[in-house]
Each structure stands twice: as structure tokens, then as C-alpha cells.
């Protein structure tokens, strides 16, 4: 997965996240596009390699925008750990034969 290395160069709240001029983070492509129109980052940001997350590690609404990617349905569970159970269980079922 790639995403680029960018840096702030004002004080932005990004999502939940905010962040002081200066500070730096990894943004996906559509992301890192809002970030220049809107000219709150320094020039000469880097693409780097960034390492998917595990399931496990997480959080609800990347739980549920996962499933969605891979057409796993959660049924009723709301919950953080129900939903990785379906995911995982869903992993599990689906998983290439060795």
C-alpha cells in the first residue's frame, strides 16, 4: 500500500487527528490531492510503502470500511470485537488451501 510522507506547515485537523506546523504523517493519494488544494502542507512530500494494518489492530469505522472492500457481511454486530469475529471468521472460511 502506498501513501506519501507529507508535512504541515500550519496548524490542521485532519479527521479526529490535528496536527501543529511542522508535524509530519503518511496520507493516502486522494488525500495527500485535498491536502495541496487546500495548500496546508510543504512542497516535496515522499510516496513510501506503508504496511497494511492488521484486523486486529483496527478500529471500528476501518473494521467496517474493510469488510465492505471485501464483501464480508457483518449482520447485526456493532461492536468491535463482534465485528472483527465475523471478519475473522469470514478470513478463516475463506482462506486459500495449502
Known amino acids: 500500500m502506498t501513501g ?35 495548500d496546508v502542507i510543504e512542497e516535496g512530500f515522499e510516496l513510501v510503502m506503508k504496511e497494511p494494518k492488521r484486523v486486529e489492530e483496527m478500529t471500528v469505522p476501518e473494521l467496517k470500511e474493510y469488510a465492505t472492500e471485501n464483501d464480508i457481511d457483518l449482520g447485526e454486530a456493532k461492536k468491535r470485537d463482534d465485528i472483527l469475529a465475523v471478519i475473522q471468521s469470514f478470513e478463516e472460511e475463506n482462506a486459500p488451501e495449502e
Open 4 to 38: 506519501f510522507k507529507v508535512t504541515f506547515n500550519q496548524n490542521v485537523k485532519l479527521g479526529m487527528d490535528i496536527y501543529r506546523k511542522g508535524d509530519s504523517t503518511t496520507v493516502d493519494e486522494g488525500v495527500c490531492d485535498e491536502l495541496v488544494e487546500l
